[in-house]
């Protein structure tokens, strides 16, 4: 079993940058794919980061350049660094762990998952 919880979201106005935080704890022989997802009011979720073990990283197209994604593993954190941000961005936003894969914005592969943390981007 993984337990994860986020930190960092809040409130910004557009334009400005909020880093997300992901501290796992947990069987470590179980983590393989690390994501970031997030679901806006009425919308499904949608992947928007992920990474592997093999070093992989993929991005939703509408945050490539604006969102970069890295992983501490000696402290057991995973972080979303989300610049430029956009009100289109405002969305509740996860993190997930889960098997290997290389489809890492599909929440398929994702067996555990924190309980979400609100970022808000106003105009």
């Known amino acids: 079993v993984v337990t994860l919880t986020e930190s960092g979201g809040g409130s910004v106005q557009a334009g400005e940058s909020l880093r997300l935080s992901c501290t796992y704890f947990?069987?470590?022989?179980?983590?393989?794919?690390l994501g970031w997802f997030r679901r806006a009011t009425g919308k499904e979720r949608d992947g928007v980061s992920g990474i592997n073990t093999d070093g992989e990283i993929m991005y939703v197209n509408s945050v490539q350049g604006r969102f970069t994604i890295s992983q501490d593993s000696a402290r057991n954190v995973l972080y979303l660094q989300m610049n430029n941000l956009k009100p289109e961005d405002t969305a509740t936003y996860y993190c997930?762990?889960?098997?290997?894969?290389?489809?890492?914005?599909?929440?398929?592969?994702?067996?555990?998952w924190g309980q979400g943390t609100q970022v808000t981007v106003g105009t």
């Open positions: 947990g069987n470590s022989a179980t983590i393989y794919s």
């Open positions: 997930a762990i889960g098997h290997p894969t290389r489809h890492l914005l599909e929440y398929i592969p994702y067996n555990y």
